[in-house]
């Protein structure tokens, strides 16, 4: 996903935290800390215990108790998302890596495209119920502090932070169980329609209830001006979309090879060649970008948006050895144009080489793949 950071490795799997997780930390941090006094009366509310406020809003105590009950969400999104990576693991999918969101998180499996039912069922539903479970365990250390402490006013501060992020917890487990794709829920939703339909219909009827959910936030958020739940609305549109796209052109392109897509013969620029002669090259030619070829093997790529890096005043001095990008992803004929789309699109690149014994045979770019899809709705 992109605005994503990595903090870490968990089972050898990469974790991101996406940088509205990273906004919300301190934002929620001073919220807290701005209402101490109701929040506390709140969670007394809730939970039916008293709670001595003495060093609860003592001093910066306000703001320090802000930060770790944020950071209580944090552990509770992480061992959310750890519970769907270990059922993932066990149901043999790979999990490419996990990244954490304000309202949970999204574990992206090694294979994208479509998920088997069965598999998704138990995978989507394991995180909320885990998180459910992180809160009851919470809610219960709320009633074990008075017997552990003497001490009245560490017992308030201790009933604060687990009441806290116990309620925290559970709001995740409720708010992921909602229908709106792709969120648990829609995963969920989706898994069971797909029972009956094919995946890309279950997929798109899914995506199509959670825009609808995604607009019902966003204008709750807009009128009670609640900027979660705007920002939760914006990711689960945008989420909605892009995943039933790709869904749709897994299903359109299911059987389509990069060799049946390619372009080919292909234009070729030499390593020796000068950036200026390259750009006349690309205005006839109209290819934005060709492949580096010497000694008839591949040796890099090079695209406009690497020419338009150099000045034209400094073109003629310059070749293309100086600015390509070195061993660049190729495909085999035989491969699906499916992974080509998801090359293209993880590493942000706009056309892949098909090579075969070392040899370029063609190239396939992101436009092709496109008008190919096109073509097969008709
Ligand atoms: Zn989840």
């Known amino acids: 996903m992109n605005g994503s950071y990595k903090i870490g490795r968990l089972f050898g799997i990469p974790v991101l935290i996406h940088f509205s997780f990273l906004i919300v930390i301190p934002l929620l941090a001073w919220i807290i800390g701005i209402q101490i006094a109701l929040t506390t009366t709140t969670i007394q509310y809730i939970f039916q215990v008293p709670i001595d406020t003495t060093l609860i809003t003592a001093g910066f105590m306000p703001w320090i108790l802000g930060t770790i009950v944020a950071l209580g969400l944090f552990l509770g999104v992480l061992v959310h998302e750890i519970a769907h990576c270990i059922v993932a693991r066990k149901k043999g999918v790979r999990i490419q890596s996990i990244t954490l969101l304000m309202f949970g998180g999204v574990s992206r499996m090694e294979e994208e495209g479509v998920p088997d039912p069965k598999v998704e069922l138990p995978m989507a539903l394991v995180g909320p119920f885990t998180s459910l479970l992180f809160g009851l365990v919470c809610a219960g250390l709320v009633y074990l502090v008075p017997g552990m402490t003497p001490y009245p006013a560490i017992a308030g501060i201790l009933i604060f932070i687990f009441g806290y992020v116990a309620v925290l917890n559970i709001l995740l487990f409720a708010f992921n169980l909602i229908p709106a794709f792709p969120m648990d829920g829609g995963r969920v939703l989706r898994a069971a329609l797909a029972q009956r ?12 209830i959670g825009k609808g959910f995604a607009i019902i936030f966003g204008i709750i958020g807009l009128l009670f001006f609640n900027p979660f739940l705007i920002l939760i609305a914006l990711f689960v549109y945008i989420g909605a979309g892009s995943e039933a796209t790709m869904d749709q052109f897994t299903y359109l392109l299911h059987n389509v090879t990069a060799e049946s897509t390619m372009s080919s013969p292909v234009t070729s620029v030499t390593p020796a060649l000068s950036l200026s002669k390259v750009a006349e090259m690309m205005l006839s030619t109209k290819h934005l970008g060709f492949p580096v070829v010497e000694h008839d093997k591949l040796v890099g790529m090079i695209t406009l948006v690497d020419v338009n890096r150099i000045s034209p005043a400094d073109r003629e001095a310059k070749q293309v050895r100086d600015i390509m990008t070195r061993d660049p992803v190729t495909l085999p004929p035989s491969a699906p144009v499916m992974d080509a789309l998801r090359i293209m699109s ?33």
């Open 197 to 208: 339909m094919p995946v890309h219909k279950a997929t798109r009827i899914a995506a199509n």
């Open 346 to 378: 993880a590493r942000n690149i706009g056309r892949i080489p098909i090579a075969q014994d070392g040899r370029i045979i063609g190239i396939v770019t992101r436009s092709d793949i496109l008008k190919v899809a096109e073509l097969k709705k008709a």
